[in-house]
């Protein structure tokens, strides 16, 4: 229907001239083959955002410990949390607005203030020198980085219909693959003064301040990003009212019936968002799953880097890094070769719904994993790391999808506003709550009752069970196309 009324609209010369979004469809019209090139734009975009946001993870456990803000070493985690918590409460008080102000102004706007707030406040929390600048700074960074909700719109605007699944895909897979590499960055590059004495020495800055460089990494990957992200074009319908008035009735009648359509109709009547129940279910389902999420990336990098007497791995950073890397190269290949074919074959739903049932049993698995040593330790969790962050990402994407496709481009970035402030209220919740149990787990080595990090992982499980409990019928609804 959508291309029906472009070619009637391009027949009638009813497109404005000075419209970005109408040249954008104009392109999308004429355009033919793969578009590598807004694939790598979105993709680079999406990575930039997300590497941040969990970089900190593996070194955060030796960042609390320098602040010397902990009197015990079982305390660490707790204040941990409220570090990894502080980005997600930032983003969650202005998300809708970022959204707002992507669907008034356009899209490109808010990437390009979201590419450069990591360039600024990203590059000053590795500067901090104690525990309240890392909370602030992290608080900042999440706070201007509102951009997830308007690339997911951006992403559905600038694919052709048949790329669409690619687009949100894309997305999907850059945000599961920063929130990989980003961790694998922070603990191969942290401390560099110790792990590399022959490249960096304890009196240069990196050794005064030891988590700095993967900070600074990422903020001129960042910097990078926006000066490329200059050149995109902006998909938004700028339409005057005006220009409006001038078109026949026909044609407002044909835009009013098309839900791809420009964003300026007067003949097609808005409806609440919080009414839309498809979209509304599947960002309820969405905030479960991204609260399951942020809690095990948090807990991974506590349970890898705590000591064996707590039950945990012993690792140092640089391990934790290596085995993110390889989850990160698994992570890409399974989404970029077989999500599309499973999306198609299954649907969204279904996709999301054994995702998230496979990861149940997966997780379970853990706490023997840590009972391995050598070899074997190294080989099972790489498998598993690997195994849950493709499931992770792949029931994620299901959702972008139910949500993209439950409302039209002139809500699309306020829906996506209302999908990231549920999503990071509940990411801000994740870390928090799991440094809090982390703790409280390692003081209870000889209960009764699944001791030690059993209870953490069994907690993880409850939550994630629940998310797959609201993807059968009647609560999550799929708009019907």
């Known amino acids: 229907m959508a291309e029906e009324s472009t070619e009637c609209l391009l027949e009638n010369n009813k497109f404005h001239e000075h419209c970005s979004g109408c040249k954008v469809d104009q392109m999308k019209k004429s355009r033919r083959g793969f578009p590598f090139s807004e694939l790598f734009s979105v993709w680079i975009i999406v990575l930039c955002t997300a590497l941040p946001i969990s970089s900190l993870f593996p070194f955060l456990y030796f960042m609390i410990s320098d602040f010397d803000i902990a009197k015990k070493e079982e305390d660490i985690g707790f204040y941990a949390g409220f570090v990894g918590c502080s980005f997600m409460l930032g983003r969650t008080l202005t998300s809708v607005i970022w959204g707002i102000l992507a669907d008034r102004y356009g899209r490109k706007p808010v990437i390009l203030i979201g590419t450069a707030s990591v360039v600024v406040f990203n590059t000053l929390f590795g500067l901090s020198v104690n525990f309240w600048m890392a909370i602030i700074t992290r608080f900042c960074l999440g706070s201007f980085n509102g951009l997830l909700g308007p690339i997911k719109a951006y992403a559905i605007e600038i694919f052709r219909d048949e790329y669409q699944g690619l687009a949100l895909s894309a997305v999907s897979t850059a945000w599961g693959i920063g929130l990989i590499i980003g961790p694998a960055m922070g603990g191969f590059l942290a401390q560099p003064a110790k792990q590399y004495p022959s490249l960096f020495s304890e009196e240069s800055v990196f050794g005064k301040f030891p988590y700095f460089l993967p900070c600074l990494v990422i903020s001129c990957f960042a910097l990078l990003v926006t000066i490329v992200s200059l050149r995109i074009p902006e ?17 407002i009648k044909l835009l009013s019936h098309d839900p ?12 609440s968002l919080l009414k839309n129940w498809p979209l509304i279910s599947s960002i309820i389902v969405y905030c479960i799953l991204s609260l399951h999420d942020m809690a095990y990336t948090e807990v991974f990098s506590l349970w890898a880097n705590s000591p064996r007497k707590y039950g945990g791995l012993g690792y140092s950073s640089a391990d934790v890094g290596s085995v993110l890397a390889f989850s990160g190269f698994g992570l890409l290949v399974f989404q970029l070769s077989l999500y599309s074919y499973a999306e198609r074959l299954l649907g969204p739903i279904v996709v999301t719904r054994i995702s998230g049932t496979l990861a149940l049993v997966l997780l379970s ?3 023997l994993i840590a009972k391995l040593s050598g070899l074997a ?4 969790l790489n498998c598993a790391s690997v195994a849950k962050n493709v499931l992770s990402v792949s029931a994620i994407t299901g959702l972008f999808i139910l949500q993209n496709n439950a409302v039209g481009q002139d809500q699309r970035g306020a829906a996506n506003g209302l999908a990231m402030t549920g999503m990071s209220l509940f990411k801000a919740i994740g870390p928090a709550a799991a440094g809090i149990i982390y703790s409280w787990s390692e003081k209870r080595q000889d209960a009764a009752f699944l001791p030690g990090t059993q209870m953490v992982f069994f907690i993880l499980n409850t939550v994630l069970a629940l998310g797959v409990v609201l993807t059968f019928k009647p609560f999550l609804a799929e708009t019907k196309q």
């Open 235 to 251: 998909t938004l319908h700028n339409h005057k009212i005006a220009d409006d008035a001038s078109h026949d009735e026909e044609s």
């Open 365 to 367: 698995s853990y706490p």
């Open 260 to 271: 791809e359509s420009h964003k300026v109709t007067k003949g097609a009547e808005k409806t």
């Open 377 to 380: 330790l190294t080989l099972t």
